[in-house]
């Protein structure tokens, strides 16, 4: 596709509830962001993938959030048992290049987010 | 660890007129990015910077690194409608490789006809 897509747009979920979040980055690109927005304040980084491969999960708040890709394209954002402050919008980006690169291969593009409200 | 600071954090102006955004970095920066965003949208990329002094425009925003890397500005002339929106930065806190952005807070930009 043209740009990063992601599915749902939208998520109510009750507390305690799994979910799954999907990301299908641009054709081709190497590098894949998860992003957590809250209301009101600046994405922050949650993990990232190269290829299929997870470079870095620093950012994952708690072992309820679980993140993979497992054929280096799609990803799949999982939180499991989710509580209320789980409620936040969450970005995937993707990158054509992998580390070590410079310029303008290395801008992250942005899906529309998913927008997660937990009762 | 790096921090990103923008001010104002919110700005209402009169179409037509000129407005800049600023982001200070509590270090240097390597790589310095800024995007827009709608309610209940993604990020749009806008420009990308890293050499010190540089300087990009696109339409009418352009924006600005300084010569110690430490702080950008983002300036639109002859504001629109369509330039209403979150403006946030982002920072490539590596040498090399950006393997995650570091966010500000955003500014939010109304403009009124």
């Known amino acids: 596709g043209a740009g990063v897509s992601q599915s749902p747009r939208y998520k109510v979920a009750k507390r305690g509830q799994d979910v799954a979040l999907r990301c299908d980055p641009i054709s081709g690109h190497v590098s894949l962001f998860w992003y957590q927005q809250a209301l009101g304040q600046g994405p922050e980084f949650l993990t990232y993938f190269q290829n299929e491969a997870q470079l870095d999960k620093s950012g994952l708040p708690s072992d309820r959030f679980f993140a993979e890709r497992p054929e280096g394209s799609v990803s799949t954002l999982k939180i499991q048992r989710t509580q209320q402050e789980d409620s936040a919008v969450y970005l995937c980006?993707?990158?054509?290049?992998?580390?070590?690169?410079?310029?303008?291969?290395?801008?992250?593009?942005f899906g529309p987010g998913t927008r997660l409200l937990v009762l | 660890s790096q921090e990103l600071e923008q001010s104002p954090q919110s700005l209402i102006v009169q179409e037509g007129k000129n407005l800049t955004i600023n982001c200070t970095s509590s270090?240097?920066?390597?790589?310095l990015y800024w995007y827009k965003q709608k309610y209940g949208e993604g990020l749009i990329f806008l420009m990308m910077l890293q050499k010190g002094g540089e300087e990009k425009s696109h339409e009418k925003i352009t924006a600005k690194l300084d010569e110690k890397k430490q702080q950008s500005s983002l300036h639109i002339t002859a504001s629109q409608p369509s330039h209403a929106g979150i403006y946030l930065c982002g920072a490539d806190p590596l040498i090399q490789g950006a393997q995650k952005l570091v966010f500000g807070q955003g500014t939010r930009l109304t403009i009124n006809p």
């Open positions: 980006a993707s990158s054509l290049a992998g580390t070590g690169t410079s310029g303008r291969e290395e801008t992250q593009y």
């Open positions: 270090k240097t920066l390597y790589g």
